[in-house]
């Protein structure tokens, strides 16, 4: 019999019976012989001996060893998993190495001025490499200084990295996962590193504790987690990555908080007291957003906090990631070199994702040995491809041709009114739910005493190119009429001139056949008459501007001859081709 429920019958009836003495002894172990029982009653004085060994709990000393094995294994883990990136195009079982792929983008930690902004999205080319060496000497910052004190000897608990739709918000999160890992990252800062991602826990069903949460983005078991939590929570760092696309409600902000570890709520109910420092007060965060949701994470993030944002790559970075990708040195330079003699690549080759579709587009030529300088048609299918790349990746159940159209519209008015910002007003006006569309960027920019809210396109570049992707897209008369209406130019400013050149080059390239039929697989229908109402268009503008002696009349004149020479060019290639 076991010996505790010898003792629960043994008290329950040793009081009303009297009898001779009786002793039962166990040495160590768990049962018991002696004495023989009759009908559940024992008479008589009861001593009961039992020499079991006292229990003793595990000593700090051997918690922390046990913990610090779980921890060697998840970083095993970690650097077999992260080791890899699976592209856009990668087919099942394809992916590249991160240390193929990653080269360090520029972040700034401090906000920019509209002055700024402005610059930055207007400026193009080797001047706007000059405008980003400029950034990068002043306030520019590596990843293993993220955390570090500020001028006022101060650590932040909580750390924003912004940055706009394809500008490696993701693969940083994944570089800095990696490096922890490996011992080169945060080694004496952090113990242990979590990795959570918005977009999953949206889908995470019922009611579940932190832990619980954690267990479904990684390898280790709920206990596990606890266990390394509840050790050492200031040794902790826990990365939540895009912020934005986490499905946030209105009561969230009114619910109950839970400050236990344990507590189970819904995923984002926990994860916002987290956010909030309800949970784990004392351990480390880092957060990714597009600017859109920046000032909604301000509010709900713990303090102190720090801003970063991720502002793309430098003139070197891009060098560097060609160098990387290729793996050849003369086809990274041949690569090169042609991207750097396009004024307008070159600045798109800022935003990582673009510079891996040049890449990867530039790679598919050098393989069936096609002309990689067939510039008209490689700089619009380039944009084309990243356009739909975040319509694939960002704007699912949004209805492709009304975005389309309302950022054209937005665009053609920036274009008309030499506008980059737009108010908030105006752009609630023209686009539904701005906040959900990754090809804008919202900006606060202080006036006196309060804020203001602004929007802008990534660059200048894109805001041509929705312009001109708003015209084709239009029916033939409709068209035409938005045509018209511009060459009523001489009220137009000089400066917004300037702009067109670079609208109708986008808008030649649109109606390239390859282009028209990626376009269509999202429901957007160029129509290819438009071409010949374009080419018409064109030569009244380089009439128009030739007769006038300004300089920068010609340099306009010239632009749009350069226009009209490629356009002319491909349709004899085509000629050609059509004929062999």
């Keep these: 019999m076991d010996i505790f429920n010898l003792f629960r019958t043994i008290k329950d009836t040793v009081r009303s019976h009297s009898g001779p003495n009786v002793s039962a002894a166990a040495q160590s172990g768990s049962h018991i012989t002696a004495p023989a029982l009759t009908n559940n009653t024992i008479t008589g004085n009861v001593h009961i001996i039992h020499n079991a060994p006292d229990y003793h709990p595990p000593s700090e000393e051997t918690q922390t060893s046990a913990?610090?094995?779980?921890?060697?294994?998840?970083?095993?883990?970690?650097?077999?998993?992260?080791?890899?990136?699976?592209?856009?195009?990668?087919?099942?079982?394809?992916?590249a190495l991160l240390s193929e792929r990653f080269t360090q983008p520029l972040i700034l930690q401090r906000h920019r001025d509209q002055k700024e902004r402005e610059e930055e999205i207007r400026s193009r080319g080797e001047r706007?490499?000059?405008?980003?060496?400029?950034?990068?000497?002043?306030?520019?910052?590596?990843?293993?200084?993220?955390?570090?004190?500020?001028?006022?000897?101060?650590?932040?608990?909580?750390?924003?990295?912004?940055?706009?739709?394809?500008?490696?918000?993701?693969?940083?999160?994944?570089?800095?996962?990696?490096?922890?890992?490996?011992?080169?990252?945060?080694?004496?800062r952090f113990d242990i590193v979590f990795h959570l991602k918005c977009k999953e826990i949206n889908f995470i069903p019922g009611k579940n504790s932190l832990a619980e949460i954690l267990s479904y983005s990684c390898s280790l078991t709920s206990d596990q987690i606890s266990q390394m939590l509840q050790h050492s929570p200031e040794k902790v760092l826990f990365i939540i990555d895009g912020f934005d696309e986490l499905r946030l409600t209105e009561g969230i902000?009114?619910?109950?908080?839970?400050?236990?570890?344990?507590?189970?709520?819904?995923?984002?109910?926990?994860?916002?007291?987290?956010?909030?420092?309800r949970i784990l007060r004392e351990s480390f965060l880092l957060v990714t957003s597009r600017s859109t949701a920046t000032d909604t994470?301000?509010?709900?993030?713990?303090?102190?906090?720090?801003?970063?944002?991720?502002?793309?790559?430098?003139?070197?970075?891009?060098?560097?990631?060609?160098?990387?990708?290729?793996?050849?040195?003369?086809?990274?330079?041949?690569a090169y070199t042609f991207v750097k003699t396009n004024e307008t690549l070159i600045t798109a080759c800022s935003i990582p994702v673009v510079c891996w579709i040049i890449c990867t587009t530039i790679q598919e030529r050098f393989k069936t040995c096609a002309n990689v300088t067939n510039g008209l048609e490689t700089t619009t299918s380039i944009y084309?491809?990243?356009?739909?790349?975040?319509?694939?990746?960002?704007?699912?159940?949004?209805?492709?041709?009304?975005?389309?159209r309302s950022l054209g519209q937005l665009a053609e008015r920036g274009i008309l009114e030499q506008q980059v910002l737009f108010d908030e007003k105006r752009v609630n006006k023209m686009v539904s739910n701005p906040s959900d569309c990754p090809f804008l960027c919202k900006i606060l920019f202080k006036r006196r005493i309060h804020q203001e809210t602004m929007f802008s396109f990534m660059h200048l570049s894109f805001q041509e190119f929705f312009t001109a992707l708003?015209?084709?897209?239009?029916?033939?008369?409709?068209?035409?009429r938005k045509l018209t209406e511009l060459l009523v130019i001489k009220e137009r400013p000089i400066i917004f001139s300037l702009r067109l050149p670079a609208v109708v080059e986008f808008a030649y390239g649109l109606l390239?056949?390859?282009?028209?039929?990626?376009?269509?697989?999202?429901g957007l229908f160029v129509c290819p008459k438009t071409q010949a109402y374009l080419k018409e268009w064109t030569l009244k503008m380089l009439a128009y501007y030739t007769e006038r002696h300004v300089m920068l009349k010609v340099q306009i004149a010239v632009g749009f001859m350069c226009v009209y020479i490629f356009a002319e060019k491909r349709k004899k290639k085509k000629m050609t081709e059509n004929t062999a």
Excluded at 470 to 480: F, H, I, N, Q
């Design 470 to 480: 708003y015209y084709v897209l239009l029916d033939k008369e409709e068209s035409k």
């Design 297 to 334: 994470l301000s509010e709900l993030l713990k303090r102190p906090q720090r801003f970063s944002e991720i502002i793309g790559f430098s003139e070197k970075g891009v060098e560097e990631y060609f160098q990387k990708f290729f793996q050849n040195e003369e086809f990274s330079r041949k």
């Design 128 to 188: 706007f490499q000059q405008v980003l060496r400029s950034r990068s000497s002043e306030d520019s910052v590596n990843l293993n200084s993220l955390f570090d004190p500020d001028g006022h000897g101060i650590s932040p608990r909580a750390v924003i990295l912004q940055g706009n739709s394809g500008n490696g918000k993701s693969f940083t999160v994944q570089k800095i996962m990696m490096d922890w890992a490996s011992g080169d990252l945060y080694k004496e």
């Design 253 to 277: 902000y009114y619910m109950s908080p839970n400050t236990n570890l344990l507590q189970k709520a819904s995923p984002v109910a926990i994860l916002c007291d987290l956010l909030r420092g």
């Design 384 to 404: 084309v491809d990243f356009v739909c790349t975040l319509l694939e990746h960002h704007c699912q159940g949004q209805s492709v041709p009304t975005l389309m």
């Design 512 to 522: 390239n056949k390859d282009v028209r039929c990626t376009l269509k697989k999202h």
């Design 67 to 95: 913990t610090s094995s779980v921890i060697l294994k998840y970083k095993k883990l970690i650097c077999s998993e992260y080791q890899y990136v699976t592209e856009y195009n990668s087919l099942p079982g394809e992916h």
